[in-house]
């Protein structure tokens, strides 16, 4: 496909503020209270963007209800994104972001695959900066603990067909698929547009809206670091090859809800997702995976799948791998890694660690395995000093200020 | 997977009906100015449901926009599903339904694979019934204009993590995966309930909304019959084994909004979608597919691609393939067919017909295929009396009273 068109941007220099009334502020909970996405600061951003106008002001208002017609898009074929991001109160008392930008340029990927309109990633960044400082007693007063930023970006319109009140100007037949918009390209490479009103040429949604909730979020881990359980089931699949399992749509996840289900079911926390004949790993839907193998003559090998389309490009695998090679104490490989390798790595003693990686809980150790009729048990944590701990505390110190980074950006 | 159990049902026996105020109704269009999706009846339905009290009180409203919470699981994970129907005013002025529990069971079993709660489809048909009595005059009273009606159930709760205050009572962690509520089944067989309130032993989502919208429709083809062009890129694969290419969820039409673009900006229709190595033919996305074949020897053949998961199993298919059996005069398959056998055919003028079939336009002649560097022209119209009238003519002469049917149901 060719590249999306620009959509334009917003600018953080016209963002309005319309504060929530100090009667209606609410409580905040206790830390120990907090779950992940249970309650909410007082605010909201929201942006509209329509065809003919491009992208609206950015707007803070207090956290309320979105008016949607029941035709709107994202309510019947799931023209939706979002991303997940934290900011962490330091030892310092600063507030700081965890490499922001990655996640910027990963949403304005999917938006492009999705038919949104893409933005200026700096711009929003600047305006959730303005934002966690107008929430910023929200962000919590203890390590471990953070404010979970989503932005989210649905598409609004009534139906894909509303736009279509006429025939194709070339085809000479009403445009009768899910169509958003767009232009046609002559013969001889000049444009017409069309449907649309034609000064603006656009190829995005007619509507959409980019609304950002906050949620401040307690210790991922409550209990410490327990290891989670996997079920490894080849017969549901994720994603596949021309599909769009490295996009942080909605798609990827509604689906996978009921096999989540029957996973916790049988006893197991979560899927890990393979592929293809030789069960390849993937990922587990909330989290990328890496595997920690003993090479049997003194090295050691740090594997995780590579980004081949059907897994998420993870901002904590991204960072966990840069944090590897710095070290550069064992080898790192982006490979393919199948069940079979790791069952014989597990029998010839040589899986040393198994976890997860994802923004909610940077890593998430695995104790175990269930596939066919197999459990594979993994001693991820019955090491002196796991990885995956080193890991831990290398992120976390980053993000709670501990350790200077330049992937830790004051929301200033 | 555990087949989904019961979340039990709403009775049309207690549907209640605010009818909208008489000053308050809309101006209905003129039917040449009907075009699909564009505009809506005076009234909608809604049926909401939650975990803890079930379905409640459908209850037909005026149309209006729905207000959902930011966080509402719709707009984040693509926990939706729909359908799509038809309403006909017949020749004898009568309002007839085609086959509605052909589409009620398929909005049953996607709501069991996407965690949304099932419902008795009679019911529902029932409730459509009345309803479209409230709109009766929206019902078009011109033939080859019809009522679409869209059902449609989407997640409301917020986060689906919301609900996960606890550690799951076994595993002894708390639950950090997309998770709607559920139970834990002993070892002995016996299940305690979790996270929801422990009388209800619900597996469900916390909350849910089925609304419906109806929408009256023009002519599809207001010039006739014209054949549509389909890109067919192996490039891009609408569905997979192990995934929900068979069922009528959001997240099978979001993925393929760009690359219905990018077919278009080619001067294409709609996408053909291929699968496999073997790029065998699957649908067109909005339809199935037929292809009519000359044998050779005086016999006639036509194929559909099988019911195998990656392909919705539409009405309208079903449909055919039973009418073309009860006809008898050619043979009639389901199975696979690759672009090979379709690209052979042609060149040796054996490829007859193709068409979509599908609830909006019944059938809908293919003109072409551009399939790598190749354009396969089908004679798909060019006959005396081609197969794919026939289906269109029968079909609507059920559906619009002129052929007695126990598939036209009457709305009363």
Redesign the interface.
């Known amino acids: ?2 590249a999306a068109s620009a959509s334009g941007t917003f600018k953080a220099s016209d963002l309005q503020i319309d504060f929530c009334p100090p009667e209606n502020l609410k409580m905040k909970p206790a830390v120990k ?1 907090l ?4 309650s ?1 600061t007082d605010h ?1 951003l929201k942006i509209f963007y329509t065809d003919q106008s491009g992208w609206g002001q950015p707007r803070i208002t207090p ?10 898009k ?7 994104l ?1 991303e997940g991001m934290k900011a962490f109160r330091g030892v310092d008392d600063e507030i700081r972001l965890f490499r922001p930008h990655k996640n910027m340029e990963r949403m304005n990927r999917t938006a ?4 949104l309109p893409t933005f200026d990633g700096d711009e929003l960044i600047a305006i959730l900066k303005k934002m966690i400082s107008v929430d910023q007693e929200w962000v919590p007063h203890t390590e471990s603990s953070s404010l979970y930023i ?1 932005p ?1 970006l ?1 598409g609004t319109e ?5 736009t ?2 006429k ?2 100007p ?11 918009g ?4 002559e013969q001889d490479n000049t444009s017409i547009d069309w449907l649309i009103k034609p000064t603006l040429g656009v ?1 995005r949604p007619v509507e959409a809206l980019l ?1 950002v ?1 906050l ?1 401040p979020v307690g210790p ?4 410490g670091f ?1 290891p ?2 996997l079920l490894a089931d ?4 994720r ?6 399992g490295m996009m942080k ?14 996973a ?2 049988k ?1 197991l ?3 890990l997702w393979l592929f293809g004949p030789e069960h390849r790993i993937t990922e587990v ?2 989290m990328n995976i890496f595997i920690f193998l003993d090479k049997g003559n003194g090295e050691k090998e740090l594997v995780t799948p590579p980004l081949d389309g059907l897994i998420l490009p993870g901002v904590t695998r991204d960072s966990l791998l840069t944090l590897a090679r710095e070290w550069g104490e064992f080898q790192v490989s982006e490979r393919d890694i199948t069940m079979t390798e790791l069952v014989q790595a597990s029998h010839d003693k040589k899986l040393l660690e198994m976890f997860g990686a994802g923004t ?2 940077v890593v ?1 150790p695995v104790g175990s395995i269930h596939y066919q009729d197999q459990v594979i048990n993994i001693p991820t944590m019955d090491h002196d000093q796991p990885l995956n701990q080193r890991f831990y505390k290398t992120i976390t110190g980053i993000q709670y200020g501990r350790i200077p980074s330049p992937w830790a950006i004051p929301n200033q």
């Open positions: 496909m060719s209270d779950v992940f996405g249970r909410f909201m956290l309320q209800d979105l008016r949607l017609h029941p035709a709107a994202v309510l019947h074929y799931s023209v939706e979002f492009a695959r999705c038919s989503r989210t649905i009534v139906f894909p067909y509303s279509l009140n025939v194709h070339k085809l000479g037949t009403p445009v009768t698929t899910p169509y958003i767009g232009h046609w390209k190829q609304f909730i949620s991922y881990f409550s209990s327990k989670v359980s080849p017969q549901y699949v994603a596949w090859p021309g599909g769009m749509s909605g798609s990827n996840y509604g689906p996978t809800l009921e096999v989540q289900r029957y916790e079911a006893g926390h979560q899927v839907g909330a909610a809980a998430t």
